[in-house]
């Protein structure tokens, strides 16, 4: 697909700077766009390869235009206007709709007639797939599964515990949507299961990142808010509460009951402990441990510093030091404050 | 399924206080319960849920049941007898033996006839299925592995590596069991592939959790004790032990060759390193790295306080002082002292 | 498969010690090796299970030959003889060309005749499968993949993104490759998110371990170099790229855009933010969390130590006081300077 400069301007209601008729069909980073592409400059990091772009028009902030002698669109939010023209490039790929011959349907399944099922999949008992929903290959849904309307499961995607999904949810491969929850009694040294029976809810616009795994709730249900964004390899256990709008990077893991606000950034590899709740408007950097609950928007963070490991095993040996340390110091404090007195 | 409460306390083996026509039919926790349903309270903390809860019967310790004017299960661990419960009311769903008939089973597999192999799944040779073994749909059983009476694979499990599960175990959706292990030797700055030939042997009743993996031995096997239990994401390496009844959870690596006790109690997002030994009844609190032997039963931890990142910037960096601070406590101990015997 | 002893030792390029025609069939640890297994000792703790072994034959290094009577073989580095004498008698099972009757082919698929699909695979449009790769059951290839030659997919790998493999990579079961980057730009609270329309490259012999996950990058391409191991559970961001011959062990996670060196090593459980620069031959110590580029070969670390949780709760503490801490310290230092000239 192509569009000229001006309808591309028009489109994304921005003003241009330029050759209106330049034909855009295709979005790139400045050092790699060709003619035809359209690139963007949302730091001035990247200046020097503005310079040298071959973009046929870049977007950027009104006081970088100056700084460009080629085709320009002007942007609030360069970066936010780069997603939404790549957005027009490059749609969706959706199926018509249909079963695809290879997928094994249960009777009882109701799938839309503008919904598409690929091969290999089984759709269980008393499944509901809305309209324009995308179920890629080799995807299971268990039983008594909503798949909300314009949902798209890439593939190999396994849903179970009664899970419901709202409109326009995407769900990468490898994702597990409902397994058991990590319950157990334990009876005179032995585990006793605890039967998991609550389900997941997700709601509109919920993004799921490759094997990223969702447990169903215990007795009530695990709940993902509208629009939440999981990157890969995330773990959300059972009765988890998710806020609207929240980001989970990579490999973060979420314990049990734990319920986290909306519009909240939690970075990768973070590990947040279970019963806790987290304020709206919090942000994790990576790698953090949140042992406590958070009841104030904030940036927060934990974690030791990189080094040399030589020079790590040095201060490794004083942590384990450390609150002798301090009592040292308030022992040195009082001599010292006592000579001081004396001399 | 139904019980009045004298049924379910002759089950459950417990003592009843109420009225013992008084229907059972389901389990909720006390806020969210309805008429016919069974609550508990496990936590004092949760005592004014239970003045206002609409559950039939509430299973508590016997020094609660003063606090309550309803019906009443007394029990010495009301969280065990809540799962008992639990699982009368909700048992698992198990389909009648037979083979989907979109199954892929190898001519050499036996499958023994009470058991069940759902759709898509692959049979490879000489897999053997015990009685009453239930194989979800999707699952791939390479070749030489052998699945215990009763074990329940939900959805979408891969085994390879002649691996042998034994009977009761329950295995969540994405599990990998059987992977080759990460051995290599290097050959002047190229990998060298070892090949795996080791098995792994799961003992009875173990649960695996979504999406974890555990490797093949590389020559012997890897080994899963009885009873143990592991959450989502776990990775477990290629000839590591674990001993029966312990748990891991979420997230939580361990790498190569390491033998982890009994009972143990492993949290969350932990990495133990590889060729330790760890022994019985360890618990280790979640995100913590275990960098060495642990000999003795007991609580273990490390990991450093979330704060707010402003004020966290400040301690990180004092981090990498720690040594040259403790040496300037020490240089200042011997000043002050010989000050003092100055003065 | 059997050799002789001297024939293993011609294999090997190597010289022997013993009876030439000894037959030797296997590979196996001293402990478990019985008459006809190679066995090998490639560090001096084992030698106490030297003396007791079974084994048939021993590789080892030559200062070490004295210490045993039975037959030797002599290896500069016996790991890595034992690694090629495995490959010798565990070569991979590998299927003769065709296509299963229950995998899902596309007519536009090219899938050369000495390649294997294996059951209940997918293979999209404009799918190439190279000569003699082994797809194994299970696996899904969206469109417009390109698998190399010699490669092994083993079971449930799912590649979409159009990506392309190098010769003779092995993907363990779960891994999904070529899954949709994090990327979202905000408008007004709003996530947004971004086409992720970049590839994924895998060069030739990279391994990648069981529920690893590849993004493919934004708009570029993700690299994986030559020779990469990546372990299980690892997850590499959009636009990463790793340089050959790296390892990366388990649950360890890589954030968009940075870039790894060559013959680096990253331990289990390591965090790597986004946008970094690894130089060649840096090695990561497990659970390091690399927070800042690394210009220069060596061993990096970060990290606590594991204690008593009772002791470790005390030194906990203390680690939001080291600002404070250290400022004392320099106060305490003035005071005890001003202390020294005034006495």
Redesign the interface.
């Known amino acids: 697909m192509g569009l000229t400069l001006a309808q591309l301007a028009s489109h994304l209601g921005c003003e241009f700077d330029g050759d209106a008729s330049c034909l855009i069909s295709g979005?790139?980073?400045l050092v790699?766009a060709t003619s035809g592409d359209l690139s963007f400059l949302v730091s001035s990091k990247y200046r020097a390869d503005l310079a040298a772009t071959q973009a046929s028009v870049v977007v950027m902030a009104d006081q970088n235009r100056r700084a460009y002698a080629g085709n320009v669109l002007i942007a609030k939010?360069p970066?936010?206007t780069?997603?939404?023209a790549?957005?027009l490039?490059?749609p969706?790929r959706r199926h018509e709709g249909g079963v695809?011959p290879?997928a094994?349907v249960d009777p009882t399944a109701q799938i839309d007639a503008a919904a598409w099922v690929?091969?290999?999949c089984?759709i269980?008992p008393e499944v509901v797939v809305g309209a324009n929903a995308q179920i890629?290959?080799?995807c299971?849904l268990?039983r008594d599964i909503t798949i909300g309307r314009d949902c798209r499961l890439?593939?190999?995607v396994?849903i179970?515990g009664h899970a419901s999904l709202g409109e326009r949810c995407?769900i990468?491969?490898?994702v597990?949507i409902g397994?058991?929850g990590?319950g157990?009694?334990?009876?005179q040294?032995?585990?006793?299961?605890?039967?998991q029976?609550g389900g997941v809810i997700l709601g509109d616009?919920v993004?799921v990142?490759?094997?990223t795994?969702i447990?169903r709730g215990a007795?009530?249900d695990t709940i993902i808010g509208n629009?939440v964004?999981l990157?890969?390899?995330v773990?959300i256990?059972h009765n988890v509460h998710i806020g609207e709008?929240t980001?989970i990077?990579?490999?973060t893991?979420v314990?049990g009951s734990t319920h986290i606000g909306k519009?909240c950034a939690i970075g990768?590899?973070v590990?947040i402990?279970g019963h806790l709740t987290i304020a709206d408007g919090v942000?994790?950097?990576?790698?953090?441990?949140?042992?406590?609950s958070?009841d104030k928007a904030?940036?927060?963070?934990?974690?030791?510093?990189?080094?040399?490991?030589?020079?790590?095993?040095?201060?490794?040996?004083?942590?384990?030091?450390?609150?002798e340390?301090?009592r040292?110091?308030k022992t040195?404090?009082k001599?010292?404050h006592k000579?001081?007195n004396?001399?």
Not at 184 to 187: F, V
Not at 189 to 195: A, H, L, R, S
């Open positions: 979005v790139a980073t790699d939010d970066y936010l780069y997603a939404r790549a957005q490039f490059y969706e695809h290879a094994v690929d091969a290999l089984v269980g890629g290959a080799g299971i268990d890439l593939a190999n396994t179970h995407v990468q491969p490898g597990v397994s058991d990590f157990y009694a334990n009876d040294g032995k585990w006793v299961k605890i039967p029976v616009d993004e990142g490759a094997n795994t447990d007795l009530s629009g964004i990157d890969n390899q773990q256990a709008q980001a990077a990579g490999c893991g314990a519009r990768g590899h590990g402990v942000h994790v950097s990576a790698k953090t441990f949140v042992s406590q958070i904030g940036f927060y963070s934990s974690g030791t510093p990189i080094e040399l490991n030589a020079r790590w095993r040095k201060n490794f040996v004083r942590m384990k030091q450390l609150d340390m301090a040292r110091i040195l404090e001599m010292v000579l001081s004396d001399v």
